[in-house]
Antibody
Framework: EVQLLESGGALVQPGGSLRLSCAAS????????MKWVRQAPGKGLQWVSA????????DYADSVKGRFTVSRDNSKNTLYLQMNSLRTEDTALYYC???????????WGQGALVTVSS | QSALTQPASVSGSPGQSITISCTGT?????????VSWYQQHPGKVPKLMIY???NRPSGVSNRFSGSKSGNTASLTISGLQTEDEADYYC????????????FGTGTKVTVL
């Protein structure tokens, strides 16, 4: 059974930093492209970042480029999202997600809540 | 990075059919057969309902079907049931942006 378990969500002040983790199990992690998707309270889904199975290729939404860094440790089956210079508009539930073939998400984590507020 | 355009809300009575549109451009919906649809109930994790325009994952009811014409993809729910009341999001591969994925704006489906 595929499981994705996010951790690291917290309340942080504007300008602060936070690192989210996503522990994966139930599939061959080092061959799976992974994504972070966020959902602000009462709003829609937004792609944040993506990373290839090897970790060599990464992608970011314009709104987080230069502030967020996605990485993975395939020896630990764990995905990370380092978030710096956080803004109030980054407040959201952050989902870790596994890519399926054909540019779809076939599994989602339960989400980690990040609140940016003074 | 603009989102794909969906109607804010669609409603129907039990047993009826409804269709949700998802409009993009030739750089995303119109150019590739990589459109997916997700269902999200309040407080729940999104669930994949359709992938590659018209394919259903195992376990998804055949009341859900997808199609595409030009730059617009559509999700049709036939035989509408109360449990279909949820938010629905389309998604597509997009070739022209740094992040090659884009979601739709989301549609709230209400069963009257």
């Amino acid at each position: 059974e595929v499981q994705l378990l996010e951790s690291g969500g917290a309340l942080v002040q504007p300008g602060g930093s936070l690192r989210l983790s996503c522990a994966a199990s139930g599939f061959t992690f080092n061959t799976a492209a992974m994504k972070w998707v966020r959902q602000a309270p009462g709003k829609g889904l937004q792609w944040v970042s993506a990373i290839s199975g090897s970790g060599e290729t990464t992608d970011y939404a314009d709104s987080v480029k230069g502030r967020f860094t996605v990485s993975r440790d395939n020896s630990k089956n764990t995905l990370y999202l380092q978030m710096n210079s956080l803004r109030t508009e980054d407040t959201a539930l952050y989902y870790c997600a596994k890519d399926g073939a054909g540019w779809r998400i076939d599994y989602w984590g339960q989400g980690a809540l990040v609140t940016v507020s003074s | 990075q603009s989102a794909l355009t969906q109607p804010a809300s669609v409603s129907g009575s039990p047993g009826q059919s409804i269709t949700i549109s998802c409009t993009g451009t030739s750089s995303d919906v119109g150019g590739y057969n990589y459109v997916s649809w997700y269902q999200q109930h309040p407080g729940k994790v999104p669930k994949l309902m359709i992938y590659e325009v018209s394919n259903r994952p195992s376990g998804v009811s055949n009341r859900f079907s997808g199609s595409k014409s030009g730059n617009t993809a559509s999700l049709t729910i036939s035989g509408l049931q109360t449990e279909d009341e949820a938010d629905y999001y389309c998604s597509s591969y997009r070739s022209s942006t740094t992040l090659h994925y884009v979601f739709g704006t989301g549609t709230k489906v209400t069963v009257l």
